[in-house]
């Protein structure tokens, strides 16, 4: 076994984390030393999306939070079936599901 493998992380997840929030809208912008990450819920009829959540992350852990996505979706699929993307109308800068890229 490795030193890595030796440490063990001890985390705490209070239940008003643990309840999590719903979010169908992402704003991800980026300056040279970190990404911004703010989740926030759209609802139909309604102009305004209010952030629930912000991620702050340096590009490192950001790129490892892609891989680490990948990976999971990946086995995600593997056992449930592909994950169908419904392909419509979009705007500049704007992927499917109302998650949107941007730049700080």
Known sequence: ?????????????????????????????????????????????????????????APEHAKRLLLSLQENITRYESAVGRINIPQGPSEEGQVAMSFKVGEA
Do not use: C
């Open 1 to 57: 076994m490795n030193a890595m493998n030796k440490h063990e992380i001890d985390i705490e997840l209070n239940e008003q984390i643990a309840e999590g929030s719903y979010s169908n809208l992402v704003i991800i912008s980026h300056s040279t030393s970190e990404f911004v990450l703010d989740f926030a819920a759209l609802m139909p009829g309604v102009p305004k999306a209010k952030v629930k959540n912000r991620i702050i992350l």
